[in-house]
């Protein structure tokens, strides 16, 4: 038998680590803006340097920035001015403000030695921002012939600085105007350019959009100043209303109600638009159209009286809105689209598909919206209203207790306030958390040592004063059963009155205001507030003659005792 012959082993081919890319350095010079503010120093850099760390490698190498207090264009020569530069390490740096003619000045200077960097092959682009190319005077005159001399690419904004610049031979590889951009969108469309010319991969680097279910209770904690605003303004127009006889006063009210029907929609879709792009103002633009186009929807096939059928509706048309509008700013700034173009695009169709969505929710919304509204306002006609009055005092406050406030109580208000007027829901969280939890750290304040019964003094005034803070009584009533039965038994004695008689006011105002907007229910609402606040105080103070409440000097470390020893050493 013939032996078997083996072959050789086969090798594995070499492999060769990739070949690295070129670091490239990159210049920015410009300005504050010629016709109108359109930037300052500190956002160009914050904006240039982050979408730099998606071309990696890439460093801002140089930047020479003029910030005026007013635009250049008609700007006087001893008007205020800044230059930036970055220093030694590459961050960026402020010279000693001056008029604008002697700041131009020192511009030029380092412009000159820009010049000289990008002659030397140490610049590989340009940036460009509302600069002052023209020659011979221009603060970024020199910079730019040398750039043209030594075949390096301009990318930038600025209309009349792109067109001098295009008009000196420059390789401009990118070309728009500055209207409708911001720092950001203008960082994003020059690395866009760059990525092209130099053939590198580039996604904006953005923060996570902030959108889906976990996001809709922010929104809704950023929606209630606007809500409890125009409610305010409302109840004081209509208050008005009776001692001015006009046709015109009665107008103004009708105008008013309207507007609140577009205006809480539409800044819910904002904010929730804002949240899911995290792109700035160009993603909270695109909200406003959405929700304001959900809401004229709203009115116009429900026939809708307030704004709260299209709420929901104008959340879901605020998160399409931002997510769309994040990927189409990446994806026309890909395609090369300029700046100005892009942000115009981009706004508009991402606001039409946010229609679209919020559209397709409206019906929902406005189901789910009118069956709330319903089972709310029949809770104030239900025979027995002072016993579910009393469940739902303590049911405010218990849920409160456990966290559950803003995912439960804080919709309901906005639901009920979305209606135009102030809210029954509104009135629970007044006196049933603000003016019980007045209560008890009053109490504590009478009571506890001086450190202590100061900031409990200040969290009574900050609960009757501005209508928040109700978390401060939490630890002292989880630490006694006695002030918490007390907090329990205000709360629901104030919420068998409160739902007995319908009163509807609103938390996150003064006590007194938010007693005088419950209009006809003003004095049951009062006499509320006033057993809510006592019988918490008097359980309070019971608890701690009981000694339930333990209030020595806070020392659970013994820090305090060491230092009275050393003291005393």
Known sequence: MTARS????????ARHPPPQKKLLRLALVGSSGGSTLRGDARSEYDAVTAQLSALAPAQLSAMIYVEAASPLDHAARSDEAVLYELDAAGRLAQSMPGSLGVINSRARVSDAALAERILLGEIDCLMLVSADVLAPAGAAARSLAAAVAAAVPAVGTGGTGLGHAARAGAAVLQ???????????RAIAMAAALARRFERAYTPPLPPADAGARAVLPALDALLPAVVSLGLVQFLLKSLLPFVRTAAAGWLFQLMHLLSCLLVPTAASAIASSRAAQ?????????????????CAAASLLSAADARPALAAALAAGQASGLVYRRALHASHTLGIPATASTLLTQGGAACCGTACGLVALPVSALLATLCSRLIDSLVGWRRSWVLGAALGVGTKH??????????????ILLEMGGGSFALFGALDCVCLCVVCAGVCTAIGLI?????????????????????????CYPYLKRSSIAHISALAGAASAGSIIVDVGARSSAYLPLPIAIVVAAQSMVPLAAACCIAFGIPFGGTLWAARLG???????????YKERMRLAQEE
């Open 548 to 558: 339930e409440l333990n209030l020595p000097d806070f020392d659970p470390y013994g």
């Open 175 to 185: 070309l728009s105007g500055s209207v409708s951009t911001s720092p950001h969108t």
């Open 279 to 295: 792109c700035g103002e160009g993603g909270m633009l695109a909200g406003v159209l959405a929700g304001g186009m959900t809401a």
């Open 6 to 13: 083996v072959s050789p082993p086969r090798l594995a081919p």
């Open 399 to 412: 849920l409160s207790m456990q966290g559950y406030y803003h995912s439960i109580l804080l919709p309901l």
């Open 448 to 472: 506890a040592p001086p450190a202590e019964a100061k900031a409990n003094m200040r969290a009574a005034r900050i609960n009757l004063l501005c209508g928040d803070y109700v978390e401060a």
